[in-house]
Structure formats: structure tokens, C-alpha cells
């Protein structure tokens, strides 16, 4: 089954988020050799959603809503500003099971920076937040009191073929 064309991902890390989402791949487009626009595969490519989970330690939910509602809102603000991200979003697990996130915050792309375009993103954010990546790294560990993250998945939508 051919779902998407040599697509390849590797580790380089990202941050997008100050809530210390990374986005962590390297996504490489196929070679001039891929397939005939329309082949009669039914589904296309389409954007790239980064899900992140996180388990909010007890008491900390209002700490951390806060978090969410300015710094890293404002951070995907100017993520979406960038032309970075397309959009992004906060879920609920209403009925988390035992193990299961609280939370699921979400974070739609076009497509996944190449290492450059990754490094260049990382310092004019590092620039727009006014600190240091020790700083940063701070932060992200001081909001470990209040909240876990329990993994990050990289999904692919895929389209209907019209």
C-alpha cells in the first residue's frame, strides 16, 4: 500500500512551542521519479498534525491553562504569523482511561522544516521570546511540576482524491 511517496523522517529537533512541544522530523518531498498526478490511488497528501499529550499533575490544571492561554498561544501566534504552522489547537480527553493524556495540544503544518529552515526558525523564536535556549529549557522544566508529556505523534492527513 502506497500511502506517501519516500517519505522519510529523522530527528531534528524543533521547538515551535514553549510548552516544550518539538516537533522532532525532517520530512523529504519524493524525488523527480513519483507518480503520475492522478494514478488512481484514492488519497493524497495533505498537512502535517503534531499531537502532543500531556497529563496534567494534580492541582496544576489551572496553572497550566493559564500557560496555555498566554505564552504559548502567543508563541503559536507568532509561529502562525511566521507562516510557520497553519493553525493550532488545545483538546480535551473528556473520558480519559487510566494513562491517557489529559490534554492534546495540536499543531497543524504545511509541511515539516528541513534541518535550516528548522535552526533559522529556532533562533528568530529564541530572538521574538527574548531568551536564552537555557532559559527556555528552564521554563519548560518548571511547568514539569504541574504537567507530564506523555508523547508526541506525527500524523499525515490524507485527502480524498477530487
Not at 519516500?6 to 520530512?27: D, F, P, Q, R
Not at 473520558?95 to 533559522?120: C, F, H, Q
Request: hydrophobic share 40%.
Amino acid at each position: 500500500m502506497r500511502l506517501i511517496n519516500s517519505l522519510k523522517i529523522s530527528g531534528i529537533a524543533v521547538v515551535i512551542a514553549m510548552a516544550g512541544c518539538v516537533t522532532s522530523a525532517t520530512a523529504q518531498e519524493p524525488a523527480a521519479t513519483a507518480a503520475p498526478a492522478d494514478d488512481g490511488y484514492p488519497l493524497v497528501s495533505g498537512d502535517f498534525w503534531e499531537v502532543t499529550g500531556v497529563d496534567i499533575k494534580p492541582g496544576g490544571g489551572l496553572y497550566y491553562a493559564n500557560h496555555l492561554a498566554d505564552r504559548w498561544r502567543a508563541s503559536q501566534d507568532f509561529a502562525k504569523s511566521k507562516g510557520w504552522i497553519k493553525d493550532y489547537m488545545v483538546f480535551g480527553n473528556y473520558y480519559n482511561r487510566p494513562g491517557e493524556p489529559d490534554l492534546y495540544l495540536v499543531t497543524v503544518m504545511e509541511k515539516i522544516p528541513t534541518g535550516p529552515e528548522s535552526e533559522a526558525q529556532y533562533e528568530e523564536f529564541r530572538a521574538w521570546a527574548k531568551a536564552t535556549t537555557e532559559q527556555l529549557a528552564s521554563e519548560n522544566a518548571d511547568r514539569a511540576e504541574f504537567r507530564e508529556i506523555t508523547g508526541t505523534t506525527l500524523l499525515q492527513e490524507l485527502n480524498f482524491r477530487e
